[in-house]
């Protein structure tokens, strides 16, 4: 998945999290942050289910709350943590298989 197409699905939760309220054209619009926006503290809680949801990821974004203000940096972050999960998933072993050396 690109930068583009990480940032465009998650204008779109974005915009799901806010019950239409915020639209998908004015989060990927520059210079508007997510607060500026309108997006509430519950909606980003909601938002938080519907990217794990969305991408299969766990996010915990308590260590980055800039995170949530702009959906560049969200959309990198989302994006690194999709590639972390697929790397855990491939290195950790599948129960019941055997490995043949």
Do not use: C, K, N
């Amino acid at each position: 998945m690109t930068a583009e197409e990480y940032t465009r699905r998650l204008a779109q939760l974005i915009s799901e999290v806010s019950d239409d309220e915020i639209t998908v054209e004015e989060v990927l619009a520059a210079g508007h942050s997510l607060s500026a926006l309108g997006l509430t503290s519950l909606a980003r809680i909601r938002l938080i289910d519907a990217i794990e949801d969305a991408f299969g990821v766990e996010m915990d974004l308590s260590d980055e709350p800039a995170s949530f203000e702009d959906v560049g940096t969200l959309s990198a972050l989302v994006a690194r943590a999709t590639r972390v999960s697929a790397l855990v998933a491939r290195a950790t072993p599948v129960r019941g298989t055997t490995r043949a050396w």
